[in-house]
């Protein structure tokens, strides 16, 4: 089983930038096609960005493409996630997680088996 760990969260201003990291404890998700998700409380939990094994075909929401960039380093075993130009819309918890199984819509979270525990982005107008 793979469990992923997040990091980079923080609060910041709208315009700012922030990184965030996912990388897993245990297994390697060298492997996996892996996914960003965020939820704002009271929200459904929304995807952000996905990328494949090879770290190619990166696929955006609507809501971040051009801002966001996701990407992997499978030598260092880590997905990321560089933010710019954050808005307070972007303020949630933010996700990383594992389709592991190989479920196609990458869009849904229920294709994804494997979840971090989140890390907080907060944006301030």
């Known amino acids: 089983q793979v469990h992923l760990v997040e990091s980079g969260g923080g609060l910041v201003r709208a315009g700012d930038s922030l990184k965030l990291t996912c990388a897993p404890s245990?297994?390697?998700?060298?492997?996996?096609?892996m996914g960003w998700f965020r939820q704002a409380p009271g929200k459904e939990r929304e995807f952000v960005a996905s990328i494949n094994r090879n770290g190619d075909s990166p696929y955006y929401a609507d809501s971040v493409r051009g801002r966001f960039t996701i990407s992997r380093a499978n030598a260092k075993n880590t997905v990321y996630l560089q933010m710019n130009s954050l808005k307070p819309e972007d303020t949630a918890v933010y996700y990383c997680g594992a389709r592991t199984s190989g479920a196609v819509l990458i869009t849904s979270p229920s294709s994804y088996d494997e979840w971090g525990q989140g890390t907080q982005v907060t944006v301030s107008s």
């Open positions: 245990g297994r390697t998700v060298t492997n996996y096609p």
